[in-house]
């Protein structure tokens, strides 16, 4: 099993321009998240999926998108970046069957916004 | 809501010392929680968990007991290693705010370990 995959690791955006972060869970789960890594502020969840063509907002969800079209894959679209978008950013999955809930991480996708 | 407050960092210590991270929470139910490391460049991963009260959760020589009277999940490891730096985690699940385990965070604690 790979695990979670995020891609790129990096990337660098200018004010105004749109992306697309990727991630993909081979793990069969049911649940993915997006969260957004900061200093002194911990993981914030930006939106989250319980499974295919469901999704819901998290705490910060604002200035992003996700759809969920099938249980691997879970992409976060920046639609318009800012330089507050500047973060690391996480995505997890979890089996909903394996209370308490563990999650597994991917590496991770370190954006800067100029 | 729910929250949780973990120690700041960083925490400096020499090898084989002891190590403690204060962890406290929140919660409106009655939450699951879990200690998470993350070694630099890499993602979150799951050092250890308790779903109960004066459960004991570990792993890797690192322990941490749920403590309801005092809503408290110390961590803590009887002799450090510098493969133990890293920054670790603090966070709660609470069935009585989140039916599928959403996960509240501390701020984290930055830990290292010199030889």
């Known amino acids: 099993n790979a695990g979670v995959t995020q891609t790129p690791k990096f990337q660098v955006l200018k004010t105004g321009q749109s992306m697309t972060l990727q991630c993909a869970q081979d793990?069969?789960?049911?649940?993915m998240s997006w969260y957004r890594q900061d200093p002194g502020m911990g993981l914030r969840l930006i939106h989250y999926?319980?499974?295919?063509?469901?999704?819901d907002q998290g705490e910060v969800p604002n200035g992003y998108n996700v759809s969920r079209s099938t249980t691997e894959d879970f992409p976060l679209r920046l639609l318009s970046a800012a330089p507050s978008q500047t973060s690391v950013y996480f995505c997890?999955?979890?089996?909903?069957?394996?209370?308490?809930?563990?999650?597994?991480f991917g590496p991770g996708t370190r954006l800067t916004v100029t | 809501g729910d929250s949780v407050t973990q120690m700041e960092g960083p925490v400096t210590l020499s090898e084989e010392a002891f190590l403690t991270i204060n962890c406290t929470y929140t919660?409106?139910?009655?939450?699951?929680l879990f200690w998470y490391v993350q070694y630099p460049g890499e993602g979150l991963q799951l050092l250890l968990k308790?779903?109960?009260?004066?459960d004991k959760g570990s792993n890797k020589g690192f322990e941490a007991t749920y403590r309801k009277e005092t809503t408290s999940f110390h961590l803590e490891k009887g002799s450090v290693q510098v493969s133990d730096s890293a920054v670790y985690f603090c966070?709660?699940?609470?069935?009585?705010?989140?039916?599928?385990?959403?996960?509240?965070f501390g701020a984290g604690t930055q830990v290292v370990v010199t030889p």
């Open positions: 997890a999955s979890s089996k909903q069957d394996r209370g308490p809930y563990e999650q597994y």
């Open positions: 793990m069969n789960h049911e649940y």
């Open positions: 999926s319980v499974g295919a063509g469901i999704t």
């Open positions: 919660a409106t139910g009655y939450p699951s």
């Open positions: 308790a779903t109960k009260a004066d």
């Open positions: 966070a709660l699940s609470d069935p009585a705010t989140d039916s599928w385990g959403k996960l509240q």
